[in-house]
């Protein structure tokens, strides 16, 4: 019962990581508010599903003050909603690069400026966003989705700073996974996944569950003392 008594909210909650993500916290004794703008059908009973597009700001603020109404409280949150549109640079659309932006850099924007200055007030609290491999090494075809992981991180270190000012101790991490096997990998064809196994050290893709282990951590009194931090989960894929 690592999260015992704790309120948590994870966005992008219905599937992938943040389903795992959901279910290992709830597991671990927190109360999880589980966020995306997709059907969330969760039969835990400590997992909440909550509808909501992160790319919405207005939504994002009638969210945080029914959290607070319900809970009192905000715990952890878990900036994990993401999508891709991928395309050479060349040939990417406006439409392409404006759906990633809002989703991926602005959806974590819209909950962290109103549930960071929260946690600093309450006088503690852990953020943790999804960044990618992507965001740390840059990848061919994904300018777009390469610009946002890289500003999750830059993001991540400015809010350790400013949440953490004042004895605010208000904890800010990242975790970026390597390729983890979900529907985001859907598009991407076998004999590349194949391709991204061959190069890690443990010889094959990640589960979700490795994912919600490393953010398990980051969420519990075990991290107290590490903010600001990127935890590469990939395998070793760039040793
Ligand atoms: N799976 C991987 O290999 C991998 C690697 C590196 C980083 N990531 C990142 O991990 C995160 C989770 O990805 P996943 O693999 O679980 O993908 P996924 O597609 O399985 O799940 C993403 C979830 O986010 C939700 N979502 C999308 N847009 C949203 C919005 N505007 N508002 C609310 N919810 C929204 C979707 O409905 C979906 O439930 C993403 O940020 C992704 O970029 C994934």
């Not at 948590?8 to 004794?29: C, D, H, I, R, W």
């Not at 969210?63 to 395309?87: H, P, Q, R, S, W």
């Amino acid at each position: 019962m690592r999260l015992k008594d704790k309120i948590a909210v994870v966005t992008g909650g219905a599937k992938g990581l943040g389903q795992a993500m959901a279910e290992l916290f709830a597991k671990e004794g927190a109360k999880v508010v589980a966020v995306d703008m997709g059907d969330l059908s969760y039969s835990n009973p400590n997992v909440e599903g909550y509808k909501l597009n992160v790319t919405n700001s207005e939504d994002c603020k009638k969210f945080f003050d029914y959290m607070v109404e319900k809970y009192g409280k905000i715990d952890i949150l878990v900036n994990n909603a993401g999508i891709t549109k991928d395309a050479m640079t060349r040939k990417m659309t406006d439409e392409q690069w404006d759906l990633v932006i809002d989703v991926n850099l602005t959806g974590v924007f819209n909950l962290t400026r109103f549930i960071g200055p929260h946690m600093q007030t309450m006088g503690g609290g852990s953020i943790i966003s999804i960044s990618s491999i992507v965001g740390e090494y840059g990848n061919i075809g994904q300018a777009n989705y390469a610009a946002t992981k890289a500003g999750v991180l830059g993001l991540t270190k400015t809010w350790a700073k400013e949440f953490g000012m004042k004895g605010g101790n208000v904890r800010v991490n990242a975790i970026a996974p390597g390729y983890i096997m979900t529907d985001i990998l859907k598009t991407v064809p076998q004999e590349l996944l194949d391709g991204f196994a061959k190069q890690t050290m443990i010889g094959r893709l990640g589960q979700p569950e490795e994912i919600a282990n490393a953010a398990l951590f980051l969420a519990s009194d075990e991290a107290s003392y590490v903010t600001g931090h990127t935890l590469s989960v990939n395998g070793g894929m760039r040793l």
